[in-house]
């Protein structure tokens, strides 16, 4: 999973940078960031696309936010720069629209989101997002509520299951957990090291493929942080604040964070199968957004050697229309659940 980091020569504190911002040129032309205006960064991190939506234009503003307390402590020296084009605010991208219009705007001229954790909670082991140093199994981007400890060591068999399944795609769930929930009964887990090592005891690594803990993990995370149910309410709350002709942005790292963002797009331009199809006499809803990028954006060859974390990435990006915010989609909301199923034995996944 890639991060949001400033570019190369200087980080959001001013020092040297460890973070490149995926796809930047792409982002900035998608967004149209020359032309002007008010723009929300829903995901700061160490300000790479916030610094070049600013440099873009010398009339351009960023409203940016982030949950995560360490990064509106780094971007001070940004905000200093900059001085009353960009402020910092820490909240949710899902209620972006309220945190909008508490700081006395009405709608922006464009909204970008970078989906996912950043490169300085994956690089930091005290954080605990990853299984590459031994940390606590933390995993919080706000540092505060239940961390992924808690719900390895609370969690029953069939939840963890289902989150390692469906928020990490792993198909070995139902063993992982399982092998969880008998370990935990010996020994509660405190570290990533110690989960790293029993879900590396069940699942052998491939030549030149991922860590065996890397879907595990990335559930966990998920989970803690409710990443899918973010993105979804990101997404509405974008459509309710931007001005027609404004633009949606957004930067994806993993399948299930696409298959949300390409539906909400495909349903909001008018490309998905409309309900007057199947009920005849009812017209379909009015298009909200005009699609701007045909497809996925990808990052070329040169991106991805300079970035290694850059090769998964995908952008889409629409434009709104004047029409008004239409009800939220229980299509891409049902994506960022957990589905409750049982298999035909009677038992969970």
Partial sequence: MMGRGDGPGAGAAGGPTRHV??????????????????????????GGYTRAILDANPK???????????????????VSRFKRRLTLVQGRFGQLDEIVRAEGLETVDGVVLDIGVSS?????AERGFSFRSDGPLDMRMEREGPSAADLVNEASEAELADIFYHYGEERRARAVARAIVEARRRQVFRTTGQLAELVASLIRQEPGGIHP?????????????????ELVRALHAAERILKPGGRLVVV???????????????ARTG????????LPGLAAPAPTFEAVTRGPVLPGEDEIARNPRAR?????AGSRTGMPPQAPLSAITMLA???????KRGGRR
């Fill in 21 to 46: 911002p995926v796809l930047l040129e792409e982002v900035c032309e998608a967004l149209d960031a020359r032309r002007g205006g008010a723009y929300v960064d829903g995901t700061f991190g160490a």
């Fill in 60 to 78: 351009n503003g960023v409203l940016a936010i982030d949950r995560d307390p360490d990064a509106i402590a780094g971007g001070a020296a940004l």
């Fill in 120 to 124: 300085m909670q994956l690089d930091e």
């Fill in 213 to 229: 803990a890397t879907r595990v993990f990335q559930g966990l995370r998920i989970a803690v942080n409710d990443e899918l149910g």
């Fill in 252 to 266: 994806t790292f993993h399948s299930l964070e696409d298959r949300i963002v390409k539906q909400f797009f495909a």
């Fill in 271 to 278: 490309r998905s199968p409309s309900a007057s199809r199947h």
């Fill in 312 to 316: 998964s990435s995908k952008l889409r």
């Fill in 337 to 343: 659940e957990l589905p409750q199923t049982a298999d």
